[in-house]
């Protein structure tokens, strides 16, 4: 009887080997899922650090109390809430504690330093394209 028993244990196993390997699969592709979007993360945080760290300080200098962080900032949101006229922009510029003066100081001056240096402009895109708009 042992033997009857052992061969319908090993029956029973075999016929269950292609769901198990199938779920071993599964498993694999999801850690391997998770370790892609924690590694995107961590290399995100990386290529900002590193972004920062290449461009010259004296371009990270504020334009007229603006900083480049900011200016990212102010961009989106002028954007994402479409504010197509001077009139929009300048009074939501104005519930940022921003005059019209200051932004256009900013826009002119960040416009020029990031045509001349790369770092600086591909800076700007990383903060531009990870911070959320007011």
């Known amino acids: 009887m042992g033997l009857f028993k052992g061969m319908k244990d090993m029956k029973d196993m075999v016929a269950a080997a292609p769901d198990m390997l199938d779920q071993a699969a599964q498993m694999q592709a999801q850690a391997a899922q998770m370790q892609a979007a924690n590694a995107g993360a961590m290399g995100a945080v990386a290529g900002m650090q590193q972004g920062a760290a290449a461009v010259d ?28 006229t001077e009139a929009q922009t300048i009074e939501f510029l104005e519930s940022q504690g921003h005059t019209h ?4 100081a900013a826009w002119e001056g960040w416009n020029a330093r990031m045509k001349q240096d790369m770092a600086l402009s591909g800076y700007f895109s990383q903060l531009f394209n990870s911070t959320a708009p007011l």
Do not use: M
Not at 65 to 79: D, F, M, T
Not at 101 to 104: A, H, L, S, Y
């Open 101 to 104: 003066e200051q932004w256009t």
């Open 57 to 84: 300080p004296a371009l990270l200098e504020p334009i007229d109390g603006i900083s480049l962080e900011r200016y990212a900032q102010l961009s989106k949101s002028i954007g994402t809430r479409q504010l197509t």
